[in-house]
């Protein structure tokens, strides 16, 4: 089992930044994939990034440039910088955990985007 833990969330104003943080914990396996997801009421969850171990990275084309992920594999932390934030930024997000066939998430931050 594994869990996770969000934090670094709030409100900012559109064009700020925030770096949202998630620690495991558990049986962590060293060879994983860590992601970021948000979901804003009444909408899907959609993935943002995602780290492998490894050090390889995707993002989705809405925030790519503007988002950052990145991870520290000693302290199993992954990361979310968040530059240039819009109001349509404004979501829960969550990280994720995939290894060895399961996926575990964590209980979600919530971004306000607002002025």
């Known amino acids: 089992q594994v869990h996770l833990v969000e934090s670094g969330g709030g409100l900012v104003q559109p064009g700020g930044s925030l770096r949202l943080s998630c620690a495991a914990s558990?049986?962590?396996?060293?060879?994983?994939?860590m992601a970021w997801y948000r979901q804003a009421p009444g909408k899907m969850r959609d993935l943002l990034a995602r780290?492998?171990?490894?050090?390889?990275?995707t993002y989705a084309s809405s925030v790519k440039g503007r988002f950052t992920i990145s991870r520290d594999n000693d302290i199993n932390t992954v990361y979310l910088q968040m530059d240039s934030l819009k109001p349509e930024d404004t979501a829960v997000y969550y990280c994720?955990?995939?290894?060895?066939?399961?996926?575990?998430w964590g209980q979600g931050t919530q971004v306000t985007v607002s002025s």
């Open positions: 558990g049986s962590v396996f060293s060879i994983n994939i």
């Open positions: 994720s955990e995939e290894q060895l066939g399961d996926t575990y």
């Open positions: 780290m492998h171990s490894s050090g390889m990275s």
